[in-house]
T-cell receptor, first 116, second 111 residues
Framework: SAVISQKPSRDICQRGTSLTIQCQVD?????MFWYRQQPGQSLTLIATANQGSEATYESGFVIDKFPISRPNLTFSTLTVSNMSPEDSSIYLC?????????????FGSGTRLTVV | DAKTTQPPSMDCAEGRAANLPCNHSTISGNEYVYWYRQIHSQGPQYIIHGLKNNETNEMASLIITEDRKSSTLILPHATLRDTAVYYCIVRGRFGNEKLTFGTGTRLTIIP
C-alpha cells in the first residue's frame, strides 16, 4: 500500500492564525481526501482533492476556511485559516485508488491541532 | 449520513473471538462492505471488504448475510493490540469513491 507522510504531526496555534498541513505520498495517486476528526468523534470528510482541478468540498466546509492545493499526483496541502478553538481536531489525509492497493484506502497518521 | 449501524461499544476477552456486527439494510447491489479500524492516535487501517461471499484474510473474517443487510467482522483470536474503534462502511466498487464514516464500535479487549 501507499506510504503517507503527514506534517506536522501536531501543533499548538494561536487563534486567528493559519496552519498548513502537508501530505506526501510515495506513489502517484489519483484522489486525495482530507478528513477532520474532532475530539471523541468519528471522521468527517472535508474535501476531495484532484490534481489539476479545484477541490470538491463537503457540506459545511468552505474553501476560504480550508483552502487545499494539489500541485501534483504525490502531494497536497490543507490550510486551516483564521483558526478558533473549535478547529482543534485531528486532520488526516487519505489516498484513493493507487497501484498495488486498489481496494482499500490508506490514511496518514494525522495532524493533531490545538488552537489556544 | 452513514448507511450503517453499529453498537457503540463491545468488550471481548483476550484470546477469544471478537464478533462485531453491522447493519446495512439499505445497501444496493453494487455496494461493498468495508471494515476499517482506528487504533488510538493513528489513522484508520483497512481490514477487509466483501460483496456477498464470506471473506477471510490474515487479519479477520467477514460474514455477510444472504440478503446482504448485515455483516459480522470476526477477529478469531483477539489480542490487546486489537483494542480500537472499528468502522463498517458501505461504498461502491470503484477506487475513488469517498469513504463515509459512521460512529463505529469501540472494541476493548480485556486481559
Amino acid at each position: 500500500s501507499a506510504v503517507i507522510s503527514q506534517k506536522p504531526s501536531r501543533d499548538i496555534c494561536q487563534r486567528g492564525t493559519s496552519l498548513t498541513i502537508q501530505c506526501q505520498v510515495d506513489s502517484q495517486v489519483t484522489m486525495m481526501f482530507w478528513y477532520r476528526q474532532q475530539p471523541g468523534q468519528s471522521l468527517t470528510l472535508i474535501a476531495t482533492a484532484n490534481q489539476g482541478s479545484e477541490a470538491t468540498y463537503e457540506s459545511g466546509f468552505v474553501i476560504d476556511k480550508f483552502p487545499i492545493s494539489r500541485p501534483n499526483l504525490t502531494f497536497s496541502t490543507l490550510t486551516v485559516s483564521n483558526m478558533s478553538p473549535e478547529d482543534s481536531s485531528i486532520y488526516l489525509c487519505s489516498v484513493g485508488k493507487d497501484r498495488g492497493f486498489t481496494y482499500g484506502y490508506t490514511f496518514g497518521s494525522g495532524t493533531r491541532l490545538t488552537v489556544v | 449520513d452513514a448507511k450503517t449501524t453499529q453498537p457503540p461499544s463491545m468488550d471481548c476477552a483476550e484470546g477469544r473471538a471478537a464478533n462485531l456486527p453491522c447493519n446495512h439494510s439499505t445497501i444496493s447491489g453494487n455496494e461493498y462492505v468495508y471494515w476499517y479500524r482506528q487504533i488510538h492516535s493513528q489513522g484508520p487501517q483497512y481490514i477487509i471488504h466483501g460483496l456477498k461471499n464470506n471473506e477471510t484474510n490474515e487479519m479477520a473474517s467477514l460474514i455477510i448475510t444472504e440478503d446482504r443487510k448485515s455483516s459480522t467482522l470476526i477477529l478469531p483470536h483477539a489480542t490487546l493490540r486489537d483494542t480500537a474503534v472499528y468502522y463498517c462502511i458501505v461504498r461502491g466498487r470503484f477506487g475513488n469513491e469517498k469513504l463515509t464514516f459512521g460512529t463505529g464500535t469501540r472494541l476493548t479487549i480485556i486481559p
